[in-house]
């Protein structure tokens, strides 16, 4: 599967440790996200993965920043980007499941890294299950 990932300064040991186990997975990663601790923007560093997931260049998305939120409201801005702010295992399995979402966002303030790759796995693992659910995610597109 391809994967583009993209981090703030509060996300960086985390991105680290996610690359290296999605590659160990044969999974390729590109990464979009700053390698360093000191503060940055994360638009500039959210946008990318949410192009490459726009255009289709891309399977999924992982995004990381402090709070998660400001990832998502940036992710969420491009079309057909569904990017999910996941803080425990089952936000994570009901975003894939019923909104078909395909960027997640993690909080790095507040779940530990441990919690973060579990979420990341099942993420990867879980399907859309369509159905009623596929009506309303394509209601979910802007048509203004």
């Known amino acids: ?9 509060a996300g960086t040991s985390y991105k680290f440790q996610i690359i290296e ?10 990464n ?20 490459d997931v726009e255009n289709k260049k891309v399977d999924l998305g992982i995004i990381i920043c402090g709070s998660g939120n400001g990832a998502q409201m940036t992710a969420n801005k491009h079309q ?15 975003a894939r499941q019923h909104n078909n ?13 441990h ?9 990867l693992e879980t399907t859309f299950e369509g159905g009623r659910h596929q009506n309303r995610v394509t209601k979910i597109a802007s048509t203004c």
């Open 1 to 9: 599967m391809n994967i583009a990932i993209g981090n703030d300064h």
């Open 21 to 30: 186990m999605l590659e160990s997975k044969g999974h390729t990663v590109t």
């Open 32 to 51: 979009y996200g700053t390698n360093e601790e000191n503060s940055v923007d994360y638009p500039d560093f959210i946008h990318p993965v949410a192009k």
């Open 80 to 94: 057909n980007v569904r990017a999910a702010l996941c803080w425990n295992n089952e936000l994570v399995a009901l």
């Open 101 to 113: 979402a395909n960027i997640l966002s993690i909080p790095a303030r507040f779940v530990s890294v």
């Open 115 to 123: 919690q973060a790759m579990a979420f990341v796995n099942i993420f």
